[in-house]
T-cell receptor
Framework: GAVVSQHPSWVICKSGTSVKIECRSLDFQATTMFWYRQFPKQSLMLMATSNEGSKATYEQGVEKDKFLINHASLTLSTLTVTSAHPEDSSFYIC????????FGSGTRLTVV | AQKVTQAQTEISVVEKEDVTLDCVYETRDTTYYLFWYKQPPSGELVFLIRRNSFDEQNEISGRYSWNFQKSTSSFNFTITASQVVDSAVYFCALSEGISGTYKYIFGTGTRLKVLA
């Protein structure tokens, strides 16, 4: 599978600020990447599909203006949580569709 | 509709016991992939196995084994002689499509606690 690097591993931010999470595919050129969200003790839910050079595809119920996704190159996708609020506190994890899926190590976001 | 059901929310076993984690799936596709992932407390997802819908052979990898039965739409996971390090949340997932590169549908996970 691919090697996926996700950064940061954890972040604490103040309510109202924006946070950017990076997902890098280190050894595979990914035209598509996926972003998932996992609330405490819950399952992983797909938020959006990141498409290189075009707009992301969001799952139903996910606010695209709040969760900005940019996939500017074949190795980097970013998720920006804009105007974060405590309810956005969650574990965010990206994946690259390679050899099945390969996941980043995840980012634990805490909004205070 | 696609769905993955892991009916066991939490299982506790004593070390060295065998334990089976159940996974039942629903899909209308004839081509799909099934996966198991382990999620330790640190949060990362550790890939355990991928099985395509055309391969019903059971698989064994060390203490881990998987039983795939299309007739019952089940893909169960057994840990033999469990160890404390096996304590984690285990997710079963379904991916539809020929290459398995479509989105994942995860089950709700089973939290396994192995007691020393």
């Amino acid at each position: 599978g691919a090697v996926v690097s996700q950064h940061p591993s954890w972040v604490i931010c103040k309510s109202g600020t924006s946070v950017k999470i990076e997902c890098r595919s280190l050894d595979f050129q990914a035209t598509t990447m996926f972003w998932y969200r996992q609330f405490p003790k819950q399952s992983l839910m797909l938020m959006a599909t990141s498409n290189e050079g075009s707009k992301a595809t969001y799952e139903q119920g996910v606010e695209k203006d709040k969760f900005l996704i940019n996939h500017a190159s074949l190795t980097l996708s970013t998720l920006t949580v804009t105007s974060a609020h405590p309810e956005d506190s969650s574990f965010y994890i990206c994946s690259v569709p390679r050899g099945g899926y390969t996941f980043g190590s995840g980012t634990r976001l805490t909004v205070v | 509709a696609q769905k993955v059901t892991q009916a066991q929310t939490e299982i506790s076993v004593v070390e060295k016991e065998d334990v089976t984690l159940d996974c039942v799936y629903e899909t209308r596709d004839t081509t799909y992939y099934l996966f198991w992932y382990k999620q330790p407390p640190s949060g990362e997802l550790v890939f355990l196995i991928r099985r395509n819908s055309f391969d019903e052979q059971n698989e064994i990898s060390g203490r881990y084994s998987w039983n795939f039965q299309k007739s019952t739409s089940s893909f169960n996971f057994t840990i033999t002689a469990s160890q404390v390090v096996d304590s984690a949340v285990y997710f079963c997932a379904l991916s539809e499509g020929i290459s398995g590169t479509y989105k994942y549908i995860f089950g709700t996970g089973t939290r396994l606690k192995v007691l020393a």
